[in-house]
């Protein structure tokens, strides 16, 4: 079993940052496809970006495009998601999640990904 364990969330002003990390326990998560999510109060949980086992390709949804950029050390067992100009509507608790096995292609949908962190608060205001 991996866990994952999510921090950097918090509130932050429109327009402001936030790198998120998520640490994995595991030493085979740098096999690992990785991916963030997020679900904001009653909506439904939304994929946002994800990122293979080597890190060669990333995804991002639609709507953080060009402003959120994934990562990851696998020296580390980390995987961070950097969040630039934020916009009240970013407000939502994001998970990390691992697909647990390697994957040579971003998977997009939460079936792809049986481990998830608890998820972490960001809070943007106007």
């Known amino acids: 079993q991996v866990q994952l364990i999510e921090s950097g969330g918090g509130l932050v002003q429109a327009g402001g940052s936030l790198r998120l990390s998520c640490a994995a326990s595991r030493r085979t998560f740098s096999r690992c496809g990785m991916g963030w999510f997020r679900q904001a109060p009653g909506k439904e949980r939304e994929f946002v970006a994800g990122?293979?086992?080597?890190?060669?390709?990333?995804s991002y949804a639609d709507s953080v495009k060009d402003r959120f950029t994934i990562s990851r050390d696998n020296a580390k067992n980390t995987v961070y998601l950097q969040m630039n100009s934020l916009r009240p509507e970013d407000t939502a608790v994001y998970y990390c999640a691992t697909t647990g096995a390697k994957t040579t292609v971003v998977l997009s949908t939460m079936q792809g990904y049986p481990y998830w962190g608890q998820g972490t608060q960001v809070t943007v205001s106007s």
């Open positions: 990122i293979t086992w080597s890190g060669r390709s990333t």
